[in-house]
């Protein structure tokens, strides 16, 4: 059966999709679905798609500096739209500061600093949609 | 006639015999003078003469003697009795007498006995033989015979003498033929009157004594009244004389100068005038018992010793100077002083004249223009001393600068790389972000996988092998996520169609592996359950494959960034001129870049194939950051920014353009000097452009600017 929760991925460098997806799997194995964007504009139409397939996005992993549209500006979006969706922010950049000023703006659970830990990585994606490990 | 008229003509007469007594005493003596002058000549002239004859004998006779040559030596005698000094010659060995002549009544002839008489000197003079030895060859007895010059002396003596009587005589007649007819006749004619008078008081008395009286009494008269004339001249001229005096004095004593004689020996003050005592302070009484040194300064006493001293002795003749007077109430007087002596040269030193003029205003004046002149020279010399520090402080602060400015230069050049660490690290820790995890992905497979792995390749039959095999080979190939979703719904579709029950992981798994295959080979590959291990198994290997090609991609990355990061930090130890690939120098500073750019600045570059440029290669790259951080901030990282490397001619040209607002006419041409910036305060140092400029210059290359809006251009040429 296809899952009905899904976990949105978006950044720039397919590889930081492919480290992210590995990891997530790992520790969530299939309980998932795993969907991947390169870009804002794309994972935008991916968000359409999964919600007009009913498909209930738990949350959303983006990079903060994107081509094109930035990733506060991409969640903006998403917010506006979907004001339910949580959202973590990935970021390798030295710009903490911009991004806690977005925060209430854009539904923002948290933030991930590259590198990071596949131990942050999980803490974090599981405090904001409240895995028990027992279900 | 009155009784002064008698007086004066007694005087009269004295004055005369004084007048005669007087020039003969002068006359005589001189006479008496002229005889010993001229007695000492003639001794003087004898003299000579002596020497002469004893000088010739010795050098004339001597080659004679030695030759025995008798008729030379007499023509020699003969030669020297021309003379009527000389009497007689004779001339003789130790033995023998060789020639003896003498001169008789103007004759010479040949002579054997001496010469006698009262006035004969004779004088024997040995001859020497001029050679080394200087013996005596012979012996000259000359008689000198002094009679003729006694009789020349004696006649130029009488002559004189007689000389003397004469004038002698003559005045004696003079004087007597003038008293008698001036006087005594005059008076002998009174006498004789009244004796005729008293011997016969007659009628003839009346007519001749009376003429010859009254004849001789006028004369006595105007004698009297020349007498009484020549008194009043006298009176007057001393009148004269004393009006002179009076006037002398008040000018002497209301002069403006003070005038005072001293005795030339003991420096003793004799008499000074009205000025003089003012000028020390002294009354004339007081002075008249003072010396000059009792009132002169201490330290000029002296110098005007000694001067006074050269004065006596004649070896000045008179002098000027400037001195100190101690005035008696104490105070110090400056004077211009004239010392003049008042006796001629070879006289005894009598009096000095000293004309003293007060000048002690003239000096304070002095003194104030020379003390205004020292401060003005300390003042001077303080302000040089200000100058010459001020001037080494500038020295200082301009070395200062030079060393600051290439600190300035490093420091830019660290700002700038400051300014891309911030944005380096993400492009860092983005490759460290992928390693690690792929790292953590390796591991988990190992440690999950491995052994199923190994199982399956050992006991999966051929066929199964394949599927593997076919799996994990396609799983190199690049899917769009758009077209694995698609994929991913067409398997879920499929599987739900054929009513097959499949696990979500293998739809997922087999996606990932980039799996293509119809409906049928799906529902074929799904249905087995070895071929499911398949799948599960080249996944895992697929994988291990991906994450190993990730951790080799994010070390090139993450690799590239550090050397551009070690090439723009690094400082070259080597200070020479090297050639230098400016493309490749290009290219590390776009990788440093790199992040600032990829997400709003498009990239075009025009490369055409060009030599090595020569620079000193750790500072060309500071050119292009600096260029390339100005044009990215100039379009605010968001437009295109075009970079040409080409040839020109001989050099390269690197054309750097971005399509940000123009820059404005006005400021174009400053924009390279130093501290100019359009930046807000402490946001640039304005340092960039001159930095680049002043680089460019350093390897003998050419900058400019052209802009105009969507296109600023910096165009550099470097030499090859």
């Known amino acids: 059966m296809q899952k009905r929760s899904a976990i949105v991925c978006v950044d720039d460098d397919e590889m930081i999709l492919i480290s992210l997806k590995q990891e997530l799997m790992a520790h969530f194995n299939g309980k998932y679905r795993y969907e991947f964007a390169l870009n804002a504009e794309e994972a935008l139409q991916l968000i359409d798609e999964l919600v007009e397939e009913k498909i209930y996005i738990i949350l959303i992993i983006s990079d903060w500096l994107m081509p094109g549209m930035n990733g506060d500006e991409f969640l903006m979006k998403v917010n506006e739209k979907y004001p339910g969706i949580r959202a973590l922010i990935v970021t390798g950049y030295a710009d903490i500061l911009a991004v806690s000023k977005a925060r209430h703006r854009i539904n923002l659970s948290g933030v991930i600093t590259k590198p990071w830990s596949s131990d942050e990585l999980i803490q974090k994606v599981e405090s904001v949609i409240g895995y028990d490990k027992a279900n | 006639m009155n009784r002064i008229s008698i007086k004066r003509i007694g005087l009269a007469q004295k004055l005369s015999g004084m007048v005669f007594l007087l020039g003969i ?51 020699l005698i003969t030669l020297e009795l021309n003379n009527e000094n000389l009497e007689s010659v004779r001339v003789s060995t130790e033995e023998i007498s060789l020639i003896w002549l003498s001169s008789k009544d103007g004759e010479v002839v040949d002579e054997t006995v001496a010469p006698q008489g009262k006035y004969i000197e004779k004088k024997v003079i040995p001859v020497y033989r001029m050679d080394e030895q200087e013996r005596i060859i012979a012996y000259a007895t000359i008689w000198y015979d002094y009679s003729p010059i006694r009789q020349e002396y004696f006649k130029q003596l009488i002559h004189d003498l007689l000389l003397v009587g004469a004038i002698f005589l003559t005045i004696s007649v003079a004087v007597t033929i003038s008293s008698y007819v001036r006087l005594v006749r005059p008076l002998e004619v009174i006498r004789n009157s009244m004796i005729e008078a008293g011997k016969s ?231 460290l972000g992928v390693i690690n995890s792929a790292g953590g992905t390796i591991e988990r497979v190992l440690q999950n996988e491995l052994d199923n792995v190994i199982e399956f390749c050992c006991k999966a039959p051929d066929d199964v092998y394949r599927i593997y095999t076919g799996l994990v080979n396609k799983s190199n190939d690049y899917q769009e996520n758009a077209h694995k979703r698609m994929l991913r719904r067409t398997y879920y579709n499929t599987a739900e169609e054929n009513g097959i029950e499949i696990d979500s992981e293998i739809i997922e798994k087999l996606v990932d592996l980039g799996y293509q295959g119809e409906a049928d080979d799906f529902i074929e590959l799904v249905s087995n359950p070895e071929n499911i291990e398949a799948v599960k198994t080249a996944y895992s290997v697929a994988i291990l494959h991906k994450s190993v090609e990730m951790i080799r991609v994010s070390t090139e990355k993450a690799s590239k960034v550090i050397i551009a990061l070690k090439t723009y930090s690094h400082k070259d130890t080597n200070k020479s001129l090297v050639p230098h690939d400016v493309v490749e120098d290009m290219e590390t500073v776009l990788t440093l870049y790199y992040n600032q750019m990829k997400y709003g600045v498009e990239i075009i570059k025009e490369y055409e194939t ?20 100005n044009a990215l901030q100039a379009m605010n990282y968001k437009g295109t920014l075009k970079i040409r490397i080409s040839n020109d001619s001989d050099r390269v040209k690197v054309s750097i353009s971005n399509n940000g607002p123009a820059i404005p006419d006005s400021i174009i041409d400053r924009i390279f000097e130093p501290f100019f910036t359009t930046k807000i305060l402490g946001e640039g140092t304005g340092l960039g452009l001159d930095i680049v400029k002043r680089l460019v210059e350093e390897i003998d290359g050419d900058i400019n600017v052209e802009s105009k809006p969507d296109e600023t251009t910096f165009n550099i040429w470097l030499k090859t």
Request: net charge negative; aromatic share 6%.
């Open chain 2, 201 to 431: 008081a007659s009628v003839g008395r009346k007519k001749l004594g009376k003429a010859r009286f009254n004849r001789a009494f006028s004369e006595i008269k105007t004698m009297a009244l020349d007498m009484e004339n020549m008194f009043n001249e006298i009176e007057e001229a001393n009148q004269k004389i004393r009006e002179n005096e009076a006037q002398f004095r008040a000018f002497f004593n209301q002069a403006g100068v003070g005038v005072v004689q001293v005795i030339a020996n003991s420096g003793e003050l004799v008499i000074a005038n009205q000025r003089y005592c003012e000028i020390v302070g002294y009354s004339v009484e007081e002075l008249k018992n003072m010396t000059y040194t009792d009132i002169t300064h201490e330290e000029d006493i002296k110098n005007q010793i000694i001067m006074t001293e050269k004065l006596i002795n004649g070896e000045i003749e008179k002098y000027r100077h400037e001195k100190r007077y101690r005035h008696k109430d104490g105070r110090l007087v400056w004077a211009d002083v004239t010392i003049t002596p008042l006796w001629e040269p070879g006289e005894t030193p009598t009096f000095i004249l000293a004309v003293v003029q007060d000048i002690t205003d003239r000096k304070l004046a002095e003194e104030k223009i020379i003390k205004l002149n020292n401060e003005l020279e300390d003042k001077v010399a303080e302000r040089t001393r200000d100058l010459e520090s001020a001037n080494c402080e500038l020295e200082a602060a301009i070395e200062n600068l030079r060393s600051a400015q290439a600190q300035l230069i490093n420091t830019e050049k660290m700002a700038v790389l400051g300014r891309l660490v911030a944005g380096i690290a993400h492009e860092l820790n983005t490759p």
């Open chain 2, 25 to 75: 005493l002068i006359y005589i003596p001189s006479i008496i003078l002229g005889a010993v002058t001229n007695l000492n000549r003639i001794k003087t002239e004898l003299a000579d003469y002596k020497q002469g004859v004893e000088m010739r004998v010795q050098n004339a006779f001597e080659p004679a003697i030695w030759n025995y040559d008798i008729e030379s030596l007499r023509k």
């Open chain 2, 610 to 629: 060009v030599p090595h440029v020569i620079c000193f290669p750790d500072k060309l790259h500071q050119i292009w950051v600096n260029i390339i951080n």
